[in-house]
């Protein structure tokens, strides 16, 4: 995109303004690989001193003893589970509406992250349940549509891989995706709209918390090391994606020669 702008002689000037320089993989790619060992080197830093506010800081908890520990993982977890979701959806989107290649490789590599961290989030529940609720499932609305969001990953990676040609299987995706974006609110406010055994949510923005400042902290730190690490690997997973489909293209014969 080029822009004309007068200068103090009068003379026209012609300005180049690459707005969408990073949306060709050919750009993006490089840029990724110097970002991500940043974000591996944040995600580091950022799980060690979580985890040390969350299991050796934070006090004992009065009724539920130390097996409330585990919403220092749940909570992150569940958390990411749902952001990843609402990027993923919004790059499909993008790459829906305007065709971009890369938004579309984006939405790619975050489902498998997002998968993973739905996964974590019901696996460490059922790890909270059993000793505090008696039971390792109910079909409780917070856990049910967590569930579901677990299938709609499922099924998002299920139909970009049954389909050969990349751009109907990011189309197809991109549709599903949308369409799945209705469960997250569902997730997040299905304790308030139905009667749950799930407790509400651990942060309210209109109230103060009512945990001790440690807990929030811990969480917090470990949900920013949560995003950290998801910027690395899907940094790490998209470019493995661009390699593969554009095989065919100069650029990546040349960066195989160059690190072959």
């Known amino acids: ?20 320089k990073y949306a060709s993989p050919q750009t993006f790619f490089p840029l990724a690989g110097k970002l991500i060992p940043w974000f591996a080197g944040i995600a580091f830093v950022l799980t060690i001193v979580g985890v040390y506010l969350g299991f050796f800081v934070a006090p004992t908890d009065f009724q539920q003893g130390d097996a409330y520990r585990i919403i220092f993982l749940h909570v992150p977890a569940a958390w990411m589970s749902m952001f990843i979701y609402i990027v993923m959806a919004c790059w499909a989107g993008i790459g829906l509406a305007w065709n971009t290649r890369v938004s579309s490789m984006m939405a790619s590599a975050l489902a498998p992250t997002g998968a993973l961290f739905t996964f974590l989030a019901l ?29 709609l990953y499922i099924g998002f990676m299920a139909l970009q891989a049954s389909i050969d040609d990349p751009r109907r299987a990011d189309k197809a995706g991109a549709v599903l995706a949308l369409v799945g974006v209705v469960n997250v609110p569902i997730i997040y406010y299905s304790v308030q709209w139905w ?38 690997v899907v940094l790490s997973r998209v470019r493995c994606i661009m390699l593969e489909r554009e095989r065919h293209t100069d650029w990546v014969k040349e960066y195989a020669e160059k690190n072959a």
């Not at 995109?1 to 969408?20: A, D, K, L, V, Y």
């Not at 059922?126 to 579901?148: H, K």
């Not at 470990?222 to 690490?229: D, P």
Request: charged letters at 10%.
């Open 1 to 20: 995109m080029s822009t004309t702008n007068q200068t103090f002689s009068g003379e026209p000037s012609t300005t180049r303004i690459h707005w969408f």
């Open 195 to 232: 009667n749950t055994l799930h407790q509400g949510s651990s942060i309210n923005m209109t109230k103060a918390p009512s945990m001790a400042a440690i807990m929030l902290i811990g969480m917090l730190v470990l949900a920013l090391a949560m995003w950290a690490y998801t910027i690395a």
């Open 123 to 151: 696996w460490t529940g059922a790890l909270w349940g059993r000793p505090t609720w008696g039971a390792w499932w109910v079909w409780d609305a917070r856990l049910t549509s967590e569930l579901i969001l677990l299938f």
